[in-house]
T-cell receptor, first 114, second 111 residues
Framework: DARVTQTPRHKVTEMGQEVTMRCQPILGHNTVFWYRQTMMQGLELLAYFRNRAPLDDSGMPKDRFSAEMPDATLATLKIQPSEPRDSAVYFC????????????FGPGTRLTVL | KNQVEQSPQSLIILEGKNCTLQCNYTVSPFSNLRWYKQDTGRGPVSLTIMTFSENTKSNGRYTATLDADTKQSSLHITASQLSDSASYICVVSSNDYKLSFGAGTTVTVRA
């Protein structure tokens, strides 16, 4: 059945290292979102794409985070260099309708930066 | 500042009982309000999405209400089951497509 997939599911790294998280949206969905979830802040929208073009990444720290969609089946979120405060669960979600119609979330990548 | 506040922060109920979760928001302009269910270790799953003109929407044993005048929403769970144990998140979208998230209510259903 169609679902959003994310890799890796867990990542432990040391401060200063580069981290790349990948997301495969549901086939045919034209909108992709990246979220971060922590106990302290809850869910935060980092960026979203429509038809592979970034529409809004104002929720993302620009100096170290970057998000791209090399093709319609792959979205990436990169952190370079990583810091302990980046430790969180990162979710990717995809949908069909801009304006935030129903979104389907992936299982998340749990990132721990030591 | 757009805010979404949920209450209670957590609650414990016995299996088979009903419960109601609250969501108050100050988001303006308003586009839609959603309720998500998030099981531990999983991504959120959409339960309901309501626009300005909708007062109530159901999804099985989940019923959401919306009062756009008072900027309040509730999620009612009927005849709770153990599988309802989860975090429930209220999310409000404004017309410029910005999302405001509540902190969530953690529901624990006990046998």
């Amino acid at each position: 059945d169609a679902r959003v997939t994310q890799t890796p599911r867990h990542k432990v790294t040391e401060m200063g290292q580069e981290v790349t998280m990948r997301c495969q949206p549901i086939l045919g969905h034209n909108t992709v979102f990246w979220y971060r979830q922590t106990m302290m802040q809850g869910l935060e929208l980092l960026a979203y794409f429509r038809n592979r073009a970034p529409l809004d990444d104002s929720g993302m720290p620009k100096d170290r985070f970057s998000a791209e969609m090399p093709d319609a089946t792959l979205a990436t979120l990169k952190i370079q260099p990583s810091e302990p405060r980046d430790s969180a669960v990162y979710f990717c979600a995809s949908g069909l309708v801009l304006g935030f119609g129903e979104q389907f979330f992936g299982p998340g990548t749990r990132l721990t930066v030591l | 500042k757009n805010q979404v506040e949920q209450s209670p922060q957590s609650l414990i109920i016995l299996e088979g009982k009903n419960c109601t979760l609250q969501c108050n928001y100050t988001v303006s302009p308003f586009s839609n309000l959603r309720w998500y269910k998030q099981d531990t270790g999983r991504g959120p799953v959409s339960l309901t999405i309501m626009t300005f003109s909708e007062n109530t929407k159901s999804n099985g044993r989940y019923t959401a209400t919306l009062d756009a005048d008072t900027k309040q929403s509730s999620l009612h769970i009927t005849a709770s089951q153990l599988s309802d144990s989860a975090s429930y998140i209220c999310v409000v979208s404004s017309n410029d497509y910005k999302l405001s998230f509540g902190a969530g209510t953690t529901v624990t259903v006990r046998a």
